[in-house]
Nanobody
Framework: QLQFVESGGGLVQPGGSLRLSCAASGFTLDYFAIGWFRQAPGKEREGVSCISNSGGFTNYADSVKGRFTISRDNAKNTVYLQMNSLKHEDTAVYYC????????????????WGQGTQVTVSS
């Protein structure tokens, strides 16, 4: 099955930036929409962003719109989440996930998941 290895998480001050990467192995990502999700302690997992298989469509949660940018490089089987102007409320474990078809905000529609990477925004 398709597997993701996530990297790029860490500790950053408010207003700082991080870039998360998700590298796939086993299968090409050409026909998959890719979503980023996050989960903070005691909270439900929520959708952050999604990108279509070609990269022609992107969508963002209102809480991150204008600060985060999703992108993909199908030749490298890799997706990215550039996070700028980070806030305390962005602190969470971030997951990448893949599904066939259109982008979706619902975790149950994604078949393949990364292991998660911790992002902590703190002074």
């Amino acid at each position: 099955q398709l597997q993701f290895v996530e990297s790029g998480g860490g500790l950053v001050q408010p207003g700082g930036s991080l870039r998360l990467s998700c590298a796939a192995s086993g299968f090409t990502l050409d026909y998959f929409a890719i979503g980023w999700f996050r989960q903070a302690p005691g909270k439900e997992r929520e959708g952050v962003s999604c990108i279509s298989n070609s990269g022609g469509f992107t969508n963002y949660a209102d809480s991150v719109k204008g600060r985060f940018t999703i992108s993909r490089d199908n030749a490298k089987n890799t997706v990215y989440l550039q996070m700028n102007s980070l806030k305390h409320e962005d602190t969470a474990v971030y997951y990448c996930a893949a599904k066939r078809g259109f982008c979706s905000w619902y975790t149950t529609s994604y078949a393949y998941w990364g292991q998660g990477t911790q992002v902590t925004v703190s002074s």
